[in-house]
Every structure is written in C-alpha cells, then in structure tokens.
C-alpha cells in the first residue's frame, strides 16, 4: 500500500485546511487509517483515525472538537479536516494504515506511512 498526502500548507490561527490521504494497491476498505503528527523536536503523535469496519472515530486530546477525520472507499482516500488551527498545530502530518481491527492509536499497530505534508499555522 502506497500513500499520498496533500493538502499541507500555511494558514493563519483560526483557520481551516483539509488533508487528503490517497491509497494505491492493496484493499483500501480493509484497513483502519490514522493520521499523526510531528512538530520539530518533539515526538510522533497520534491525532485521529478511523476504522475500517463501521467509520468509527476516535481523536487525541489535543484536536478533539477541532479536526474531524472521514473516509470515502470508493476513492481509496481519507481525509483530516482541521478547523480553529493553533500555531501548537504547526507540523509534518503523515497518514498511516493499518490493518487491525478497531481503532488503532499506536504508531506500532500501522504498517504502511506516507511522506508527510507540512502544515504551518502562524499567530
């Protein structure tokens, strides 16, 4: 499985952007897709996925009621909505895919990683 990230870019605070995670080869629908995050110097962190079986969600606190994550099988692509965008947004957002059931929240459960898109937020 291959993923692409678009949808990166610089935004001032309070504003919005919409990341896009578009899948080719294997069997998109099989697979629960997260997004993470990496802010310069600090660790991977997790920020939303959802699963493969029934759509469910499930987000980290610190984007909870900001972001909204969505998918659409038909065009093997998952979304990061991203609303009221903080400067502590600011970082490398990478989608991932996983193959487990439910909703996976550790870097570990994900087999396959995009590249990254930057997303820059300034006050």
């Known amino acids: 499985v291959q993923l692409v990230e678009s949808g990166g870019g610089s935004v001032q605070a309070g504003g919005s952007l919409r990341l896009s995670c578009t899948a080719s080869g294997g069997t998109f629908s099989n697979y629960a897709m997260g997004w993470f995050r990496q802010a310069p110097g600090k660790e991977r962190e997790f920020a939303a996925v959802?699963?493969?079986?029934?759509?469910?969600?499930k987000y980290g606190e610190s984007v909870e009621g900001r972001f909204t994550i969505s998918r659409d099988n038909a065009k093997r692509t998952a979304y990061l909505q991203m609303n009221s965008l903080k400067p502590e947004d600011t970082a490398v957002y990478y989608c991932a895919a996983s193959p487990a059931g439910g909703l996976p929240l550790y870097r570990g459960s994900y087999d396959y990683w995009g590249q990254g898109t930057q997303v820059t937020v300034s006050s």
């Open positions: 959802i699963s493969w079986f029934d759509g469910a969600t």
